[in-house]
């Protein structure tokens, strides 16, 4: 079966500094990755995505992933966070189950950006 | 324009009555999902819908039933509604590809008192 994993349900972190956000997997299959974004009373929108190639993967404000096979693991990571980067991160894995394609969410992380 | 939009935003009602929630996408996209989000933020998938053919029944209680008039509408409606039902409900569309990026609406906060 699969599942994915977000050790840390709550990050604070002052601004401006760095911050990572764990993300772990587990899949019998070859899944693809997603980082998706919910800020307060919305609905989620795509940070970046993993589906083959370079395992360093640049998304939208400055967020970036890097795919680690051997430790299942898609850590995603910003060098310097701002207020407006408060928000919940979920991270996802795509996969074909017998012969429908299906979306597996983790449980979230909450980021709060400390001014 | 919007592209996945959901009617209401708030719903507010009492236990028992019967509820609708609207989907609409104007993406082109030929795979609709309900999801639901509960009061710690976990996500998870009710529905799937591809073409206007059911694809994904997770354990959902019958009393939810999801209805595709057309590959651009997927609704869901509600019965016998209970407390446990209190939660935030996202439609979202994609390609059919498991590639491709999930939209998701604004979500609709369900209150049942």
């Known amino acids: 079966a699969q599942s994915v994993t977000q050790l840390d349900s709550q990050v604070p972190v002052f601004e401006e500094a760095p911050v990572e956000l764990r993300c772990n997997y587990s899949?019998?299959?070859?899944?693809?990755l997603f980082w998706y974004v919910q800020y307060p009373n919305q609905g989620l929108q795509l940070l970046l995505k993993?589906?083959?190639?370079?395992?360093l993967v640049k998304g939208i404000n400055g967020f970036e992933a890097e795919f680690n096979k051997s430790q299942t693991s898609f850590h995603l990571r910003k060098p310097s966070v701002h207020i407006s980067d408060t928000a919940e991160y979920f991270c996802?894995?795509?996969?074909?189950?017998?012969?429908?394609?299906?979306?597996?969410f983790g449980p979230g992380t909450s980021l709060s950006v400390i001014p | 324009d919007t592209a996945v939009s959901q009617t209401p935003k708030y719903l507010v009602t009492q236990m028992g009555n019967d509820k609708s929630i609207k989907c609409e996408q104007n993406?082109?996209?030929?795979?609709m999902y309900w999801y639901k989000q509960d009061s710690k933020k976990f996500l998870k998938i009710m529905f799937s819908?591809?073409?206007?053919?059911?694809?994904i029944n997770e354990t959902v209680p019958n009393r939810f039933s999801p209805k595709s008039p057309d590959k651009a509408h997927l609704n869901l409606h509600i019965n016998s509604l209970e407390l446990g039902d209190s939660a935030v409900y996202f439609c979202?569309?994609?390609?059919?590809?498991?590639?491709?990026?999930?939209?998701f609406g604004p979500g609709t906060r369900l209150t049942v008192l």
């Open positions: 979202a569309s994609s390609q059919v590809s498991r590639t491709d990026t999930q939209y």
């Open positions: 899949s019998s299959v070859s899944v693809y």
């Open positions: 993993y589906l083959s190639g370079s395992t």
């Open positions: 996802a894995v795509s996969y074909r189950k017998t012969s429908y394609d299906k979306v597996i």
């Open positions: 993406l082109g996209h030929d795979t």
């Open positions: 819908y591809n073409n206007k053919e059911l694809i």
